[in-house]
């Protein structure tokens, strides 16, 4: 069982690059699948990234791929999303969670969930 954070969301301006951390609390992280959703206003929540337990594979949507790296330091008990040359397309709410499967691209898959980090892009 792990309780995820968010972190490092803000407002940037289109180009930028942030990266978003998300810290999950508990014990055995390394055994759960990292992802991050995000969800623009009046919009369903989309996949964007994930990545397996140890880290042995990785996926991502194809809005963002090429442009996000997700990453995982489990010994921090940490997955990250690196978001480079940010578009206003990019704007939401962005969610980690975890995943009891070796690797999720699913709402419905994901067993925990952090409260979210708001991410703007100004155009």
């Known amino acids: 069982q792990v309780q995820p954070v968010e972190s490092g969301g803000g407002l940037v301006q289109a180009g930028d690059s942030m990266r978003l951390s998300c810290k999950a609390s508990?014990?055995?992280?390394?055994?759960?699948?990292m992802g991050w959703f995000r969800q623009a206003p009046g919009k369903e929540r989309e996949f964007v990234a994930a990545?397996?337990?140890?880290?042995?594979?990785?996926d991502y949507a194809d809005s963002v791929k090429g442009r996000f790296t997700i990453s995982r330091d489990n010994a921090k008990d940490t997955v990250y999303l690196q978001m480079n040359s940010l578009k206003p397309e990019d704007t939401g709410v962005y969610y980690c969670?975890?995943?009891?499967?070796?690797?999720?691209?699913?709402?419905?898959?994901?067993?925990?969930w952090g409260q979210g980090t708001q991410v703007t892009v100004s155009s």
């Open positions: 969670a975890a995943s009891h499967r070796d690797i999720g691209y699913r709402e419905y898959e994901y067993n925990y």
């Open positions: 508990g014990r055995l992280f390394s055994t759960y699948a």
């Open positions: 990545i397996a337990w140890l880290a042995r594979n990785t």
